[in-house]
């Protein structure tokens, strides 16, 4: 059963950071690419940064490059969410979410497993 859990969210202030971490279990995991997504209250779901295992390719959106990494962990079946210079539009809930890897690393491709989410809230 594949399963993700995400820690690390909490209530920061503009300017912090937070490193938001997601557990894997279930698959094998240098065959599939993680993603972390993001949604805001009356906002749709948007992908942050997505990292392909076996390489560590990754995938940036615009809103984000430059304030937060994505990194994995093989031996512990762990990706991590680095999220530096913070800011109140970055409120959201956070999700990982897993998919079989594919010949390119994207945040655009859908996911078919995806954890419970953790919410970030970043005060002004």
């Known amino acids: 059963e594949v399963q993700l859990v995400e820690s690390g969210g909490g209530l920061v202030q503009a300017g912090g950071s937070l490193r938001l971490s997601c557990a894997a279990s279930?698959?094998?995991?240098?065959?599939?690419?993680i993603g972390w997504f993001r949604q805001a209250p009356g906002k749709e779901r948007e992908g942050v940064l997505c990292?392909?295992?076996?390489?560590?390719?990754?995938y940036y959106t615009d809103s984000v490059k430059g304030r937060f990494t994505i990194s994995s962990d093989n031996a512990k079946n762990t990706v991590y969410l680095q999220m530096n210079s913070l800011r109140p539009e970055d409120t959201a809930v956070y999700y990982c979410?897993?998919?079989?890897?594919?010949?390119?690393?994207?945040?655009?491709?859908?996911?078919?497993?995806w954890g419970q989410g953790t919410q970030v809230t970043v005060s002004s």
């Open positions: 979410a897993t998919r079989r890897s594919a010949y390119y690393i994207s945040c655009e491709y859908e996911y078919d497993y």
């Open positions: 279930g698959f094998t995991f240098d065959d599939y690419s």
């Open positions: 990292i392909r295992n076996s390489d560590s390719s990754t």
